[in-house]
């Protein structure tokens, strides 16, 4: 499909891990990213991920890509109520009327206390 | 270092009226796109600028433009403002353009119109 996709809701508990997934489109895409919005404010960027690797962490970060699947995941360890936001995955694409950055529409992480 | 600032943080203005809001990027950034955020559409791209120059554009009217200045500060301008064009513009740099850098937000500018 031409769209990045997310499920757009997770909630978990406190403490738990949380694994927010993604999928892209384009196989050509060499830098993919994620990005956290908290409310009333803009788009935070978490972490990135170039295309010739398969896994980067850090921190309570970690970043898997499945370039075969064109899958990307971002999992968070020890889940705080600070986590609490949307975040956005994005692959880039040079130029086009959509511009560098494609994303999708977000995930929405709630953590329960 | 100073992060991407958007000037001012809010406005309300009402139809037929126009807007213009400011972008100041991370000091070396070249690169300045703009996006609008609507619960509905998501984040959609609007223009990027990149040495004083648009290098792309999304597919909006054009009552939406945009400039950059030779200190890499843009501004984007809406004419004849519409209910619809109620949004959170948010406008991000990067050193370079492609999409092989990352791009960096501003809190952005919530517009509203009445």
């Known amino acids: 499909g031409e769209d990045v996709e997310q499920s757009l809701f997770l909630s978990v508990r406190e403490g738990d891990s949380s694994v927010i997934n993604c999928t892209y489109t384009d196989s050509s895409s060499t830098y993919l990213y994620w990005y956290k919005q908290e409310p009333g404010a803009g788009l935070q960027l978490l972490t990135y991920i170039f295309s010739n690797m398969d896994m980067k962490q850090d921190q309570r970060l970690t970043v898997l890509l499945n370039k075969k699947d064109k899958h990307l995941s971002l999992r968070i360890a020890d889940t705080q109520t600070g986590d609490s936001a949307i975040y956005f995955c994005a692959e880039n694409r040079y130029g086009g009327s959509q511009g560098n950055l494609i994303f999708g529409k977000g995930t929405k992480l709630s953590v329960k206390p | 270092k100073a992060g991407v600032t958007q000037t001012p943080r809010y406005l309300i203005k009402t139809r037929g009226q126009q807007v213009t809001l400011s972008c100041s990027p991370i000091?070396?950034?070249?690169?300045v796109s703009w996006y609008q955020q609507t619960p509905g559409q998501g984040l959609q791209f609007l223009f990027e600028y990149f040495s004083e120059t648009q290098r792309n554009k999304g597919n909006f009217p054009g009552r939406f433009s945009g400039r950059q200045f030779s200190n890499s500060r843009s501004e984007m301008n809406v004419s004849t403002l519409e209910l619809g064009d109620s949004a959170l513009y948010l406008c991000?740099?990067?050193w370079g353009t492609g999409g092989n850098q990352p791009q960096h937000f501003g809190d952005g500018t919530r517009l509203s119109i009445l």
């Open positions: 000091s070396g950034h070249r690169s």
């Open positions: 991000a740099s990067s």
